[in-house]
């Protein structure tokens, strides 16, 4: 068995298995970025993918997450605000009209969005379907089937809910809801009509095993994108003396999960500011899609420089 035998068998519209996985978890890291970049194209061309996030309710959240800045376990202030008003929602949304992005997720704080912000947000949500480009996608909680349907009734086309990590490592990183909670919260979505985007944080501890496993979790679960978020070490949370990961190790990361998801949109997300490089390697690595501006806690990278930069590599920013 070779990387290339496993490509040609991706490509040929096969499914690695966990022990392939495993394989080209130590194999050559340059011919599997080879590899997995030859795969990108082969399910999607030059096609190329950018969502912007906007933090409609923010502040101190009800969950543990320990990465995080806005849990419970953190020790840095954090400012609150309300969820936002349909017409400063629209105000942010026409600014990103302006760029070449396709998607533009609305993001809160907390284990979920109340029917009464849900109710006050749909308004906005019609507003921007209707006076701009941009697809909505929503990241809302651990909501139920009816509110999806509901939130797609306004108009949105996919729901963000990360995993997070392997089924076996959730525990050492939240505990005020469970894996099954999540699972759960994609199907009742699915079942809405809705797309998925669901992936997970890298570098807060977890073992090479623990990606893999996520990675066929989301596979089973057939999710539409996969972002790949980087742990940003944050003085004040419980990860905050956390080493950051290797641009070799996430090079890695993203070329396995292409690998292993084909067919899915694999996300480079938070954490890109502290590569070298941005991260635009990963864009010939089997990444195909982006988070691009600030996200909710850390730094991002310009959207002008993003959209740039994507362009010159002889992508289609769809």
Do not use: W
């Not at 030059?46 to 969950?63: L, R, T, W, Y």
């Not at 003396?241 to 070329?255: G, S």
């Not at 590569?275 to 010939?284: A, T, Y």
């Amino acid at each position: 068995m070779t990387i290339n035998d496993l490509k040609d068998k991706v490509i040929s519209g096969g499914l690695i298995t966990i022990d392939d996985a495993l394989f080209l978890s130590e194999a050559d890291l340059d011919d599997l970025c080879k590899a997995a970049d030859e795969i990108q194209h082969t399910f999607f061309g030059n096609d190329f993918d950018i969502c912007a996030v906007v933090n409609v309710k923010g502040g101190k959240c009800s969950e543990n997450c320990v990465y995080c800045s806005q849990s419970t376990c953190a020790k840095i202030p954090v400012k609150a605000h309300a969820m936002i008003s349909p017409e400063l929602l629209l105000r942010h949304a026409r600014l990103r009209n302006l760029h070449d992005i396709r998607h533009y997720c609305l993001v809160s704080s907390g284990k979920r969005v109340s029917d009464k912000d849900i109710d006050k947000i749909c308004s906005g949500i019609k507003a921007i379907c209707r006076d701009t480009k941009l697809s909505v996608c929503t990241s809302f909680g651990l909501l139920g089937e009816e509110q999806f349907r509901k939130l797609k009734e306004a108009g949105v086309v996919r729901i963000h809910n990360n995993l997070e990590t392997s089924r076996r490592y959730f525990p050492y990183l939240c505990t005020s809801h469970t894996y099954d909670e999540k699972i759960a919260t994609i199907i009742a979505a699915k079942k809405a009509g809705l797309e998925v985007c669901s992936g997970g944080i890298f570098g807060v501890g977890e073992t090479m095993k623990d990606r893999i496993d996520m990675a066929f979790t989301l596979r089973d679960l057939d999710v539409t994108s996969v972002p790949i978020n980087l742990l940003n070490p944050i003085k004040g949370t419980p990860m905050g003396d956390f080493a950051p990961l290797t641009k070799e190790e996430i090079l890695r990361i993203t070329a396995l999960y292409r690998f292993i998801l084909p067919k899915q949109y694999i996300r480079l997300a938070a954490g890109r500011n502290y590569l070298p490089d941005s991260g635009f390697s990963c864009f010939k690595s089997g990444a195909n899609a982006t988070i691009t501006g600030n996200m909710l806690t850390v730094k991002g990278i310009s959207m002008d420089e993003d959209i740039r930069t994507i362009k010159e590599m002889g992508y289609k920013v769809i």
